[in-house]
């Protein structure tokens, strides 16, 4: 038989909404859990490290430590805002960063600079010496 998914009873869980880039997603955890166990969470579900997540909440700013039980966050509802990048975004910029991207961009590579073109050359004028004068002799 499989074992069935322990439900968390209604007074033992508290929910967290957890908003990023517009979308939101709720999070229920024990009343036992801390920031660390939702870090994990979001983890999972937006695919962002949780040394690059950034989570704040009303009255209370910027959540930093970890070992902060949920239960601390404001009451009900419990609404976080998640500011971060997935791993992949990171990996992304970091490429284009390396000092190989770098040498491709500078020597006419496949980079986002173009290579400058050179400027098409305008006939010079003639001198006031070559001119003719315009007025009657």
């Known amino acids: 038989m499989d074992p069935q998914p322990t439900a968390i009873p209604d007074d033992d869980a508290h929910s967290i909404l957890v908003t990023h880039s517009g979308k939101s997603h709720t999070f229920t955890l024990p009343?036992?859990?801390?920031?660390?166990?939702?870090?994990?969470r979001i983890q999972s579900t937006f695919s962002i490290s949780p040394e690059y997540q950034k989570l704040t909440a009303p009255k209370l700013g910027l959540l930093k430590d970890d070992d902060l039980p949920i239960t601390a966050l404001p009451s009900p509802p419990k609404k976080i805002l998640l500011i971060g990048s997935s791993n992949a975004a990171?990996?992304?910029?970091?490429?284009?960063?390396?000092?190989?991207?770098?040498?491709?961009?500078?020597?006419?590579?496949?980079?986002?600079?173009?290579?400058?073109?050179?400027?098409?050359?305008?006939?010079?004028?003639?001198?006031?010496?070559?001119?003719?004068?315009?007025?009657?002799n």
């Open 31 to 40: 009343t036992t859990s801390t920031l660390s166990d939702l870090r994990l």
């Open 90 to 136: 990171i990996q992304d910029i970091q490429l284009a960063n390396s000092p190989a991207a770098a040498g491709l961009r500078k020597f006419g590579g496949t980079g986002p600079i173009k290579p400058a073109k050179p400027v098409r050359s305008l006939p010079t004028s003639p001198t006031l010496s070559d001119r003719k004068p315009t007025f009657g």
